[in-house]
T-cell receptor
Framework: EPEVTQTPSHQVTQMGQEVILRCVPI?????FYWYRQILGQKVEFLVS????????KSEIFDDQFSVERPDGSNFTLKIRSTKLEDSAMYFC??????????????FGNGTRLTVT | KQEVTQIPAALSVPEGENLVLNCSFT??????LQWFRQDPGKGLTSLLL?????REQTSGRLNASLDKSSGRSTLYIAASQPGDSATYLC?????????FGTGTRLLVSP
């Protein structure tokens, strides 16, 4: 069964450094998402992306965050200058259709980001 | 603002028991509701999706119900097995985003 893949599985970085988290969504999917989960807390929505542009973003997704689909297969999340509070598990997801009715999101295994 | 609550937060049962996990949400204007399974350090596995117009969905030993007007969903697991041990997350789909609950951590002992 096709799946969403994320790399790396674990990233350690120093405060103030830039990180890029990478995702390969399922090939025929059109909608892409990033979510994050701080340890012990709920999974939170960050951003949705369709047709090469952001379609929705949360308050968390400030100017330090950006997303890109640099080619036909990858979808990346960049954090420009990491803060301690960015430490979390970051999940990429994709869906085939607009999430209106019956198109489930498929999630990757996540990248655990640790900012020291 | 949509809020999703799950009870209980944790549940421990012996193998073979039938069990019910509960999810409630504050805004009934949803497109669908999904139940996910999360294993420690792993991603989210979609278990069931119920469209807003549906009342229930079944997959194997799992049955999920939805009462949109009262803002409630239940996940019923029949004949639980140790392999069912995981955290179960409920999430409701609003406009282009899922809002998740805090999850129910389930432990099924042999």
């Amino acid at each position: 069964e096709p799946e969403v893949t994320q790399t790396p599985s674990h990233q350690v970085t120093q405060m103030g450094q830039e990180v890029i988290l990478r995702c390969v969504p399922i090939s025929n999917h059109l909608y892409f998402y990033w979510y994050r989960q701080i340890l012990g807390q709920k999974v939170e929505f960050l951003v949705s992306f369709y047709n090469n542009e952001i379609s929705e973003k949360s308050e968390i997704f400030d100017d330090q965050f950006s997303v890109e689909r640099p080619d036909g297969s990858n979808f990346t999340l960049k954090i420009r200058s990491t803060k301690l509070e960015d430490s979390a598990m970051y999940f990429c997801a994709s869906s085939e259709n607009r999430q209106s009715y019956n198109s489930p999101l498929h999630f990757g295994n996540g990248t655990r980001l640790t900012v020291t | 603002k949509q809020e999703v609550t799950q009870i209980p937060a944790a549940l421990s049962v012996p193998e073979g028991e039938n069990l019910v996990l509960n999810c409630s949400f504050t805004d009934s204007a949803i497109y669908n509701l999904q139940w996910f399974r999360q294993d420690p350090g792993k991603g989210l596995t979609s278990l069931l999706l119920i469209q807003s117009s549906q009342r229930e969905q079944t997959s194997g030993r799992l049955n999920a119900s939805l009462d949109k007007s009262s803002g409630r969903s239940t996940l019923y697991i029949a004949a639980s097995q140790p392999g069912d041990s995981a955290t179960y997350l409920c999430a409701v789909m609003g406009f282009q985003k899922l809002v998740f609950g805090t999850g129910t951590r389930l432990l099924v002992s042999p």
